[in-house]
């Protein structure tokens, strides 16, 4: 089922949404003066092929009408423009030159006073990744080492400020973005922030079916993230933080917790999970996670079920990955590490293939199955991983490089 996304804003002047044939549906995302209440679906009028004012705008205030109530009397914090902080923005990208562009052109238009954009290219091979970039005009430079978290790293080396703040190649940002990501940090505790991310488009099935598994946003209401609020097990549950898409970091913490793990993430045989290892990090060394969802990205996801499949496939794969360093390393303790991988595969994995043949689950079951044998594939992952990163080291340093 395709369904037209949607911004319907409750401080403008509302008019109808119109939805072509192509789709069954609208995803509204209802938002009050750059903020973003919550998102619904919505079906045309009986008759139309429009969805009235009226109903648009009963349906946000029932759903979104006590956080508006609190952003419009209550207000919100923030601190005064003299005060916000400089943020470095690190665009990691690979040969989606096209995507790229679309990315670097909302970084352009960014409601902030002081922010740097650095776009680091990861080995792409298509010229027109160079070309968009010149374009651009931002600074950039180019990793050799093949790897998302090798790439994450030498942003963190090219970056001028004291928060680094990263945002995917795929993925476009909200004009206030950095407001609600430098709104994060505004108590000194908080050492990293994630925000909101919404689908940009949900033109293709694969895309419906991904928002459908749980797609990347975590919810509308703001909280902050601490071990000493979670249970032995929930500070395994790194995916409850954030997602890499949209994450943000105080420059100190990488000296607390070292930076990206190389050996994880795109371009390993890990095939992910460098983000979720940081999070876990943070949260292991009893450090203190924001999540803002003012900071708000759109992203478009996998457009093609192959391609979906395979990121499912990967999800199972590097989650498993992830739960085996923990494990390994003893970082949140052994036994509640193992604990966890095992309600992780056999209450969420084996529990969704037996409820989708008892048609209690409607998600599609070959991608029930690629994120099962991702997870079965886990163990050889990690040794294989492993392996990887230290050839790709040695290597480099054989080569006289530099970490």
Request: proline share 3%; glycine share 10%; aromatic share 12%.
């Amino acid at each position: 089922m395709l369904k037209l996304v949607k911004e319907v804003d409750l401080g403008g002047v509302m008019e109808p949404v119109y939805l072509d044939r192509r789709y069954a549906r609208a995803y509204i995302v209802a938002t009050f003066q750059g903020f973003v209440l919550c998102t619904f679906e919505m079906e045309c009028d009986h008759g139309s092929r429009a969805i009235s004012v009226t109903r648009l705008r009963a349906e946000a205030l029932a759903r979104g009408g006590c956080l508006l109530w609190e952003k419009h009397i209550l207000g919100r914090l923030e601190a005064p423009p003299n005060t916000w902080p400089s943020i470095s923005v690190i665009v990691c990208t690979k040969d989606r030159a096209s995507m790229l562009e679309r990315c670097l052109a909302s970084l352009q238009l960014l409601d902030y006073p002081n922010y740097e954009v650095v776009v680091i290219d990861n080995c792409s091979s298509d010229p027109k990744v160079a070309e968009v970039i010149a374009r651009s005009g931002f600074r950039h430079a180019r990793e050799d080492r093949q790897g998302l978290d090798w790439t994450r790293n030498r942003g963190i080396k090219e970056a001028k400020f004291d928060i680094i703040s990263y945002i995917d190649d795929d993925a476009i940002a909200w004009p206030g973005w950095l407001r609600g990501i430098a709104g994060g940090f505004v108590d000194p505790n908080v050492m990293a922030v994630t925000g909101l991310v919404l689908p940009s488009e949900l033109d293709t099935e694969a895309q419906g079916l991904f928002e459908g598994y749980g797609g990347m946003g975590k919810g509308f209401s703001p909280r902050t993230i601490n071990r000493t609020a979670l249970s032995s097990r929930a500070v395994f549950a790194a995916h409850n933080c954030g997602v890499g898409a949209n994450m943000a970091f105080r420059r100190a913490l990488f000296d607390k917790v070292g930076c990206f793990d190389t050996a994880l993430d795109v371009g390993t045989p890990s095939e992910g999970a460098g983000d979720l290892d940081m999070f876990h990090r943070v949260i292991a060394a009893g450090l203190t996670i924001r999540y803002e969802p003012h900071a708000v990205i759109w992203h478009t996801h996998r457009r093609s079920l192959t391609a979906l499949r395979r990121q499912i496939y990967a999800n199972g794969r590097s989650y498993g990955v992830y739960l085996m360093k923990c494990f390994k390393s003893g970082s949140g303790g052994r036994s509640s590490a193992f604990s966890y991988a095992l309600t992780w595969f056999f209450g969420w994995v084996i529990q969704r293939l037996f409820s989708r043949k008892l048609r209690k689950d409607g998600f599609p079951a070959a991608l029930l199955r690629a994120e099962f044998w991702g997870a079965l594939h886990a163990p050889w992952a990690y040794t294989a991983t492993m392996k990887h990163d230290r050839r790709l080291r040695a290597s480099y340093a054989a080569r006289g490089g530099w970490e």
